[in-house]
């Protein structure tokens, strides 16, 4: 730590929006500022610094960004505003002319935050902005780091060299590039001597690992499979041409990948994966789905689906939703579709009304909710692998078992967060959000 570093002994406060990808960043990003001396601010303490690590995948995300911009200019008057992330690439100069931003960079310059930083509280400069044009985005910012959170979050890969065509983020974040195998061994080696237990292996586009260093996504879960002390691994998403019938079947029989899988479908209608330009087709996401469940039957498979987007008519919308119902899986996300510039959906006919957005979202709700809760109730009665998670004040531990479910202490037992138990499933709690769980010692 250099107590002569001009940011020694600051006070920073951080806001993240959107995806996995985002918290690892910022995560480590605070990490790194501690060990330059940077403390977190206290309640009711003046923060010097904040950092906004912004999300653009919809319309409703960008205002969600200037609305924080916004609150964080109005409690902490005068504090050095540093805006990072997807928004940040897509609307540099549109950011940095809100009242209070001090700083805004671009995907490329990222790894250079600090250094920006230090340079703007030097200067006292106020909204400067550092964007590259999106040929130029090139630089894989490693991250491993869990901030208050009980497992550890692994970043192996950014960009994406797919151009959906309801989607920014290639757009946002450039093209697809990654770590190396061996660096990112050695993060998750960092890790277990942390105390990490469980690591969440994230990216944008993770199954297209390797195009920077000529490596595979299946040659490195084999390698992360061998980082003792790490007991358990999840990959986040991964999408469904991407996942082998090989990565299938060697989670199955590893030592620490969970029997837990994220596949992105965004809409059950083959003709809107085609109007999407989507990599695959429902046939092929069938058979992935079926695959993990005859060789894992215990499972959990969540969904990412998007309602509302342009060409979604009623029938499409009906085939998709049949589809989904008849798809052997635990969760769904659901997302409404939203307008962003620059993209080619725009010229797609057909608009969704909002109104038919809602419905639609509010029945793939439900349906997730009546999936989530089946998968749930298969196992009441069954013992089940638990990491127990950091419990909030006023609230009783929880965890995640092996295959996702979130259990709850029963009244009058212990455990100890960060620890790994065993334990007997019961009922669902009474907001019927998880199982009521008793440790077996």
Request: hydrophobic content about 35%; glycine content about 8%.
């Amino acid at each position: 730590m250099n107590s002569d570093s001009y940011i020694y002994n600051k006070k920073a406060a951080y806001a993240t929006l959107g995806c996995k990808l985002n918290y690892a960043e910022t995560s480590t990003l605070r990490d790194r500022l501690m060990a330059l001396g940077v403390v977190d601010v206290e309640e009711g303490e003046q923060a010097d610094i904040c950092i906004v690590n912004t999300c653009s995948v919809t319309g409703e995300a960008d205002a969600k960004c200037r609305h924080t911009i916004n609150r964080l200019h109005r409690q902490y008057p005068g504090a050095f505003i540093a805006v990072m992330g997807c928004y940040a690439q897509l609307a540099a100069e549109h950011i940095a002319k809100i009242e209070g931003v001090s700083l805004v960079v671009g995907m490329e310059n990222k790894g250079r935050i600090i250094e920006l930083i230090e340079e703007g509280l030097k200067s006292s400069g106020e909204g400067v902005y550092f964007t590259t044009p999106l040929k130029d985005i090139k630089t894989f910012v490693p991250s491993c780091s869990k901030g208050e959170r009980t497992r550890y979050f692994l970043k192996v890969q950014d960009g994406c060299n797919y151009y959906c065509t309801y989607c920014t983020i290639p757009i946002a974040r450039g093209k697809s590039r990654n770590g190396s195998i061996a660096s990112l061994v050695e993060q998750a080696e960092e890790a277990a001597k942390a105390g990490g237990k469980e690591i969440v292996i994230t990216g944008v586009n993770i199954g297209d690992f390797g195009r920077t260093t000529g490596e595979t996504f299946f040659d490195l879960i084999k390698s992360l499979d061998q980082v003792e002390g790490i007991e358990r691994y999840r990959i986040s998403s991964i999408e469904p041409n991407l996942l082998t019938d090989e990565i299938i079947d060697y989670c199955a029989k590893s030592r620490a990948f969970m029997p837990h899988f994220h596949i992105p479908l965004q809409c059950g209608s083959d003709d809107v994966l085609k109007l999407m330009k989507r990599h695959y087709d429902t046939a092929l996401f069938r058979s992935k789905i079926e695959r993990i469940k005859t060789i894992m039957p215990d499972a959990f498979i969540g969904v990412d689906v998007i309602v509302g987007t342009r060409g979604e008519t009623e029938k499409f919308f009906e085939d998709a939703y049949q589809f989904i119902e008849s798809l052997d899986i635990s969760q769904l996300h659901v997302f409404s579709y939203s307008e962003r510039p620059g993209t080619k959906a725009l010229e797609i006919p057909h608009v969704v009304t909002p109104q038919q957005k809602h419905e639609r979202s509010q029945r793939l709700i439900t349906l997730s909710e009546k999936k989530r809760k089946e998968h749930y109730r298969h196992f009441i009665g069954t013992e089940r692998p638990v990491l127990w998670e950091h419990a909030r004040e006023g609230h009783p531990l929880q965890g995640w078992t092996d295959n996702y479910i979130r259990v709850q202490l029963a009244e009058g037992f212990s455990a100890i967060p960060d620890a790994m138990d065993r334990v007997k499933l019961g009922e669902f709690t009474e907001n019927e959000e998880a199982l009521v769980a008793v440790p077996i010692h």
